[in-house]
């Protein structure tokens, strides 16, 4: 039912930007908490953001936040991930998930885009 598609990764040099789109379709969107989540190699996925479907509350997890900024534009049923002064440390698959505020947790994936931040 759900379609989550993302875009934006690629190679970034340290200290640079890059910003996610997540493009959502075949649900109701603007009443839908959404995140983004990553994995990188060997470790488990972590939640990044997350965003209410009012917008008016955010969560950023504690090794992003003053980077990274999560935003939504319900009319075109998508959800932004500004990310600035990227560190390879922030390498990982960038996966777009519908959330479930109550427990943070993704119910719903989408593909995912590499971010491979290089020094």
């Known amino acids: 039912q759900v379609r989550l598609l993302e875009s934006g990764g690629g190679l970034v040099q340290a200290g640079g930007s890059l910003r996610l789109s997540c493009a959502a379709s075949g649900g109701s969107f603007s009443r839908t908490n959404m995140g983004w989540f990553r994995q990188a190699p060997g470790k488990e996925r972590e939640l990044v953001a997350a965003?209410?479907?009012?917008?008016?509350?955010?969560y950023l997890a504690d090794s992003v936040k003053g980077r990274f900024t999560i935003s939504r534009v319900n009319a075109i049923n998508t959800v932004y991930l500004q990310m600035n002064s990227l560190k390879p440390e922030d390498t990982a698959v960038y996966y777009c998930a519908v959330v479930v505020w109550s427990t943070m947790s993704g119910n719903y994936w989408g593909q995912g885009t590499q971010v491979t931040v290089s020094s």
């Open positions: 965003i209410a479907w009012t917008g008016g509350s955010t």
